[in-house]
């Protein structure tokens, strides 16, 4: 049974910055392509950043530059450092595990993906 918890999620300024965390158990993130999501109030789920099991990273362009993901491996948990956080960011971000060896292209979809965490709101004000 895979769990995947995230946290750290808050209310922050514009210009901040953040740490999201995302725990598992059940299966060791540093085998898996590891990913977040996420989705704002009236909008479609989207994709933000991945890596992949050889440390490879992806980002959605809407991000690239300010955030990175990262893992620990001792600790199983996967990262999401945000920087110089904007209004637009805000949302529910959740983090997901897929079980395959999914192509560049397939790293950023959801279907992608088998197992998902509950979310963690990250609101940012002006």
Known sequence: QVQLVE???ALVLA???LRLSCTASGR???T???AWFRRAPGKEREFV???RRRSDTYY???VKGRFTTSRDSG??????HMNNLKPEDTAVYYCAMGLGSPIT???GVASTYDYWGQGTQVTVSS
Request: proline fraction near 4%; charge should be positive.
């Open 7 to 9: 946290s750290g999620g």
């Open 15 to 17: 210009g901040g910055s």
């Open 28 to 30: 060791t993130i540093s």
């Open 32 to 34: 898996y392509p590891m």
């Open 49 to 51: 950043a991945a890596i």
């Open 60 to 62: 959605a362009g809407s």
């Open 75 to 80: 600790k199983n948990t996967l990262y999401l």
């Open 105 to 107: 292209s397939s790293m």
